[in-house]
């Protein structure tokens, strides 16, 4: 009776093996797929991020704050899936109105209710001068949304006699791994510094943005601060 129970036990845990080990070879659910002996390295992704947040010793930042300046698990998901490319964004909700270099192009308000004004302007890269949309693009590598992402949220802008000079933070981040392993950490930054010319033309509007460009970098902003993935 007794080798009768020891051979029924030793049966099924042989069973239970099978079984586990047919699973594995018919391969495992996604969870279990990402559970490889140093879960960090699955799933490398990078992105960067218009705000500042908490940036410990080692760079590394909680998805708590990243979640607070819009980048949530999910977004980090779909970049594993489709590229951090996929966030790259260009101006395609001006709306045009006027002719010639002071025709307006997009305007939205600041942290504190003020207009801020979008207007062709100019760039001339032989002599070095110009002001405008056709600057901080032609120039400085920027986008009309990055530049809203940098005037409009954030609270760091100092008003000179005629003009307002915003500040903005842009990290790029690296993540790995997958739920609770997943680490993020910042692996670049910088600040977007924009000159808005707050005097007031004929049409009733701002003459707008002179300039917009990241410190740092000159004078050309790296790819990945027009591509930021929460603008």
Not at 112 to 137: E, F, H, N, T
Request: glycine share 10%; aromatic share 12%.
């Amino acid at each position: 009776m007794k080798d009768f129970a020891w051979f029924t036990a030793v049966r099924r845990g042989a069973l239970a093996l099978g079984v586990f080990v047919g699973m594995m070879a018919s391969g495992p659910p996604p969870v279990l797929a990402s559970l490889d002996a140093d879960p960090n390295n699955y799933g490398a992704v990078s992105f960067s991020a218009f705000g500042d947040v908490p940036v410990a010793a080692d760079n590394s930042v909680s998805m708590h704050d990243l979640q607070a300046i819009g980048i949530s698990s999910a977004d980090i998901d779909r970049a594993m899936t489709d590229g951090a490319g996929a966030w790259a964004d260009e101006d395609t909700d001006m709306e045009p109105m006027g002719t010639g270099i002071y025709q307006r192009l997009s305007s939205w308000t600041d942290y504190r209710g003020r207009k801020i004004q979008v207007r062709l302007g100019y760039w001339d890269p032989g002599g070095d001068s110009g002001w405008g949309y056709a600057k901080y693009s032609g120039k400085h590598n920027l986008t009309t949304r990055a530049v809203r992402a940098a005037t409009a949220y954030t609270p760091n802008w100092e008003d000179q006699a005629s003009s307002t000079v915003y500040y903005q933070v842009v990290h790029k981040y690296e993540c790995t791994g997958w739920g609770p392993w997943r680490t993020c950490k910042v692996v670049g930054s910088t600040t977007v510094r924009t000159v808005h010319d707050r005097r007031v033309l004929t049409d009733g509007d701002p003459k707008g943005v002179v300039t917009s460009y990241c410190l740092g970098y000159w004078p050309r902003c790296p790819d990945w601060v027009k591509n930021a993935a929460n603008i």
